[in-house]
């Protein structure tokens, strides 16, 4: 197989059949050896991690078919933590999409003058940024993405609507189980022309409590399958 790209938690491989296959790693975004979803750069190894994020994606991606929303997700081997998907085209030179339930993290970071942590940001709040080590992924507007060229104003729309539903899926799923979803990160991409998700819903994207504490992804992962 045909390496396209080697990516902080997954490599991925071009497929004979012109799909593509996605190899999950045991690393996790983060800073000084403590997991955050929100970080930009690879902060801690995990062992087993790798399968851990691949149960948690296919299970949700089962989710959402049933749901009626429409995936790049074809089918997956947990055992060589691999999973096939259609093809699609990035946005840009790749866009992280990010619904925050609760401000924590670097949107505290950013807006703390205004807004304490741990308050609920009602009916959800979906921010993008360009995936970008080096410049820290930069946040950008749906009109900023418009005037570069990346995405057009409905692409924009169909995404941040199928961000919002996605979300909610996954917060209820959690919910019944009682766990709290803070935030959750995609990414979504184009196939024939239209807007779809792609990548992974794995428990190294997402951060979730409970009873007040963050939820580790390993432990996440347990939470969700060993229900």
């Known amino acids: 197989m045909k390496k396209l790209y080697a990516g902080k938690t997954k490599d991925v491989f071009q497929l004979d059949n012109g799909n593509v ?5 045991d ?3 983060g800073k000084d050896g403590v997991f955050d979803p929100g970080e930009n750069s690879v902060g801690l190894t995990i062992e087993g991690i790798g399968k851990a994020n691949l149960q948690t994606s296919v299970y949700y ?4 078919k049933k749901a009626g929303i429409k995936t790049h997700y074809v089918s997956a081997n947990v055992e060589e933590a691999t999973m096939e998907v259609l093809p699609a085209t990035v946005f840009g030179k790749g866009l992280e999409v990010i619904c925050r339930l609760v401000a924590t993290g670097s949107f505290v970071r950013r807006y703390g003058e205004y807004i304490a942590d741990g308050t609920v940001l009602e009916g959800g709040y979906v921010e993008c940024t360009f995936k970008n080590d080096a410049k820290g992924d930069p946040l950008v507007t749906s009109e900023g993405l418009a005037a570069l060229g990346v995405m057009t104003p409905e692409m924009f729309a169909s995404m941040k609507e199928q961000t919002l539903k996605i979300t909610k ?3 209820d799923d959690l919910k019944k189980i009682g766990l709290d979803l803070w935030d959750i990160k995609f990414e979504f991409g184009y196939n024939n022309g239209e807007v779809i998700l792609i990548d992974e819903i794995a428990s190294g994207n997402m951060r979730v409590y409970k009873d007040g504490k963050i939820v580790d992804p390993v432990d996440l ?5 060993n229900r």
């Open 21 to 25: 296959m996605l190899k999950f790693k």
């Open 27 to 29: 690393d996790c975004t």
């Open 61 to 64: 991606f089962e989710l959402l």
């Open 169 to 171: 899926i996954v917060a």
């Open 221 to 225: 992962t347990k939470y969700i399958l």
